[in-house]
Nanobody, 127 residues
Framework: QVQLVESGGGLVQAGGSLRLSCAAS????????MGWFRQAPGKEREFVAA???????TYADSVKGRFTISRDNAKNTVYLQMNSLKPEDTAVYYC?????????????????????WGQGTQVTVSS
Protein backbone atom coordinates (compact mmCIF):
# COMPACT_ATOMS: atom_id res chain seq x y z
CA GLN A 1 0.00 0.00 0.00
CA VAL A 2 1.42 3.34 -1.10
CA GLN A 3 1.50 6.05 1.51
CA LEU A 4 2.73 9.65 1.45
CA VAL A 5 3.26 11.40 4.78
CA GLU A 6 3.97 15.12 4.98
CA SER A 7 5.68 16.82 7.88
CA GLY A 8 7.36 20.10 8.73
CA GLY A 9 4.40 22.44 8.70
CA GLY A 10 3.75 24.97 11.44
CA LEU A 11 3.37 28.62 12.36
CA VAL A 12 5.97 31.09 11.13
CA GLN A 13 6.23 34.85 10.85
CA ALA A 14 6.24 36.58 7.49
CA GLY A 15 9.72 36.48 6.00
CA GLY A 16 10.55 33.22 7.73
CA SER A 17 11.30 29.77 6.35
CA LEU A 18 10.00 26.24 6.65
CA ARG A 19 11.01 22.95 5.07
CA LEU A 20 8.32 20.43 4.32
CA SER A 21 9.10 16.75 3.90
CA CYS A 22 7.11 14.03 2.18
CA ALA A 23 8.13 10.49 3.05
CA ALA A 24 6.86 7.77 0.75
CA SER A 25 6.33 4.14 1.68
CA UNK A 26 5.11 1.15 -0.28
CA UNK A 27 6.85 2.19 -3.50
CA UNK A 28 10.17 3.70 -4.48
CA UNK A 29 9.79 7.22 -5.84
CA UNK A 30 12.99 7.29 -7.91
CA UNK A 31 11.22 6.58 -11.23
CA UNK A 32 8.30 8.94 -10.75
CA UNK A 33 7.32 12.57 -10.78
CA MET A 34 6.41 14.19 -7.48
CA GLY A 35 4.68 17.42 -6.61
CA TRP A 36 3.42 19.80 -3.97
CA PHE A 37 0.03 21.49 -3.93
CA ARG A 38 -1.73 23.70 -1.42
CA GLN A 39 -5.27 24.58 -0.48
CA ALA A 40 -6.34 27.64 1.47
CA PRO A 41 -9.74 27.85 3.19
CA GLY A 42 -12.51 28.44 0.69
CA LYS A 43 -10.19 28.02 -2.29
CA GLU A 44 -9.41 25.26 -4.73
CA ARG A 45 -6.29 23.16 -4.45
CA GLU A 46 -3.51 24.80 -6.44
CA PHE A 47 -0.19 23.74 -7.88
CA VAL A 48 2.97 24.81 -6.04
CA ALA A 49 5.90 22.84 -7.45
CA ALA A 50 6.81 19.61 -9.19
CA UNK A 51 9.92 17.59 -9.92
CA UNK A 52 10.38 14.90 -12.56
CA UNK A 53 12.18 11.63 -11.96
CA UNK A 54 15.25 13.21 -13.60
CA UNK A 55 15.14 16.24 -11.33
CA UNK A 56 13.57 18.82 -13.64
CA UNK A 57 11.59 21.32 -11.60
CA THR A 58 8.55 23.50 -12.26
CA TYR A 59 7.04 26.19 -10.03
CA ALA A 60 3.92 28.26 -9.77
CA ASP A 61 4.62 31.92 -10.52
CA SER A 62 3.53 32.86 -7.01
CA VAL A 63 6.36 30.89 -5.39
CA LYS A 64 9.09 31.10 -8.02
CA GLY A 65 12.35 32.31 -6.51
CA ARG A 66 11.16 31.61 -2.94
CA PHE A 67 10.38 27.88 -2.88
CA THR A 68 12.60 24.98 -3.91
CA ILE A 69 11.48 21.41 -4.49
CA SER A 70 14.02 18.61 -4.24
CA ARG A 71 14.16 14.86 -3.88
CA ASP A 72 16.34 12.35 -2.07
CA ASN A 73 15.66 9.01 -3.73
CA ALA A 74 17.83 7.16 -1.23
CA LYS A 75 15.55 8.38 1.56
CA ASN A 76 12.43 8.03 -0.62
CA THR A 77 11.56 11.59 0.34
CA VAL A 78 10.63 14.82 -1.40
CA TYR A 79 11.18 18.24 0.15
CA LEU A 80 9.79 21.74 -0.25
CA GLN A 81 12.05 24.48 1.07
CA MET A 82 9.99 27.62 1.59
CA ASN A 83 11.76 30.94 2.13
CA SER A 84 10.52 34.52 2.39
CA LEU A 85 7.12 33.26 3.42
CA LYS A 86 4.11 35.54 3.05
CA PRO A 87 0.70 35.47 4.78
CA GLU A 88 -0.83 34.45 1.45
CA ASP A 89 1.21 31.23 1.58
CA THR A 90 -1.00 30.08 4.45
CA ALA A 91 -2.65 26.80 3.43
CA VAL A 92 -2.67 23.07 3.88
CA TYR A 93 0.19 21.69 1.80
CA TYR A 94 -0.18 18.32 0.08
CA CYS A 95 2.42 16.01 -1.38
CA UNK A 96 1.49 14.11 -4.53
CA UNK A 97 2.99 11.32 -6.63
CA UNK A 98 2.46 10.30 -10.26
CA UNK A 99 2.97 6.57 -9.85
CA UNK A 100 1.08 5.86 -13.08
CA UNK A 101 3.85 7.04 -15.41
CA UNK A 102 7.35 5.79 -14.76
CA UNK A 103 10.19 7.80 -16.37
CA UNK A 104 7.76 10.48 -17.54
CA UNK A 105 9.66 13.61 -18.62
CA UNK A 106 6.70 15.93 -19.13
CA UNK A 107 5.62 18.68 -16.77
CA UNK A 108 3.08 17.68 -14.13
CA UNK A 109 1.14 20.60 -12.70
CA UNK A 110 -2.53 19.55 -12.64
CA UNK A 111 -4.15 17.73 -9.76
CA UNK A 112 -5.26 15.09 -12.28
CA UNK A 113 -1.61 14.38 -13.15
CA UNK A 114 -1.15 12.82 -9.71
CA UNK A 115 -2.90 9.73 -8.40
CA UNK A 116 -1.47 9.46 -4.89
CA TRP A 117 -1.81 12.10 -2.20
CA GLY A 118 -0.73 12.68 1.36
CA GLN A 119 -2.97 13.85 4.16
CA GLY A 120 -1.55 17.38 4.18
CA THR A 121 0.33 19.57 6.63
CA GLN A 122 -0.79 23.02 7.79
CA VAL A 123 1.40 26.04 7.11
CA THR A 124 0.38 29.31 8.74
CA VAL A 125 2.25 32.54 8.08
CA SER A 126 1.50 35.43 10.40
CA SER A 127 1.93 39.06 9.38
Amino acid sequence: QVQLVESGGGLVQAGGSLRLSCAASGRRISSYGMGWFRQAPGKEREFVAAITWKGRTTYADSVKGRFTISRDNAKNTVYLQMNSLKPEDTAVYYCAADFARAYYTGVNYRTTDFGSWGQGTQVTVSS
